[in-house]
């Protein structure tokens, strides 16, 4: 599995840097999506993987315990952060690193337009686009879909720098958004609205009054507060009240209490898509 190593790139480099477990909360998510458990020989795509490459290792690590035989293919458009992931994949081979020797990863000069020998079943594309104009968003999930296998997911999104704190849009092979979710780190939050600041760039200049999102987040603190009670149970216990009650109130939460206990709630898309005020993705 090689994806480009040369040619034209489309994309900036990613600015930041890669921290180690950064990225658990949507690799967990990405582990349990139907697309990947069900593809014959999936192979899931690291879009923008950063200074090095613990994220795209860990991203293997933890969805070979779900399913066996994917692979994982790690893009920069900087061709001295592929030099330095593959140096560091060699050090896993060789059982330096705490990887699996035979951790079924390669890493590849690329950027949007997703080079690689076969269509992937997944791309997580995370705290790429948060350094590009919300215009450029629809044209930059385009170019990844169109590259996804029938079927397959982009998981888009961003995080904070400890992973605490993220959210993210499943697209469809369309290039049409189906979900928004947040996860949050649940001991010691002091209201949901904190994801604001680690919203995708699609959504993050829309939390103003009058847009779906801004509602969204103000629902979440307004539950929130009122679950203070249930606190003395636990953080999660207080959470769960708050689902409860949002679910009570008629917002259109999806999954399972298993998935709300660690800090997760996704809805439907149309929940927060941005009005059509201007030219916006959705």
């Known amino acids: 599995m090689q994806g480009g190593r040369g040619g034209r790139v489309v994309g900036r480099p990613t600015r930041g840097t890669t921290g180690t477990n950064r990225l658990r909360r949507v690799d967990r998510w990405i ?139 499943d697209i469809n092979a369309d290039a049409r958004p189906l979900r928004f979710t947040i996860s949050l780190r649940l001991t010691d939050l002091e209201r949901p609205s904190v994801v604001a600041e680690r919203l995708p760039k699609a959504l993050i200049h829309r939390n103003v009054p009058g847009e779906r999102v801004h509602a969204w987040l103000a629902a979440l603190d307004a539950e929130w507060e009122r679950a203070a009670g249930h606190g003395v149970w636990g953080p999660q216990q207080r959470w769960l009240a708050m689902v409860a009650a949002l679910r009570a109130a008629g917002w259109p939460i999806e999954g399972r209490p298993a998935r709300w206990r660690l800090g997760e709630l996704t809805v439907p898309w149309s929940t927060v898509s941005p009005l059509p005020t201007a030219p916006v993705p959705g």
């Open 31 to 169: 582990a349990h999506l139907p697309a990947l458990r069900d593809a014959r020989e999936p192979l899931v795509v690291d879009l923008g993987f950063g200074g090095n490459a613990v994220t795209t290792l860990e991203l293997e690590d933890r969805l070979r315990r779900t399913r066996g035989g994917v692979e994982v293919l790690g893009l920069e458009i900087d061709p001295e952060r592929v030099a330095v992931a593959d140096a560091q994949l060699a050090a896993v081979r060789d059982a330096r690193m705490p990887f699996s020797p035979d951790a079924r990863v390669s890493f590849a000069r690329g950027g949007f337009e997703v080079p690689a020998s076969r269509r992937p079943t997944v791309i997580r594309a995370f705290n790429v686009l948060r350094q590009y104009d919300e215009a450029d968003v629809r044209d930059a999930w385009e170019r990844m879909c169109a590259r996804l296998a029938p079927g397959g997911v982009l998981v888009e999104g961003t995080c904070d720098e400890t992973g605490r704190v993220a959210s993210w849009i």
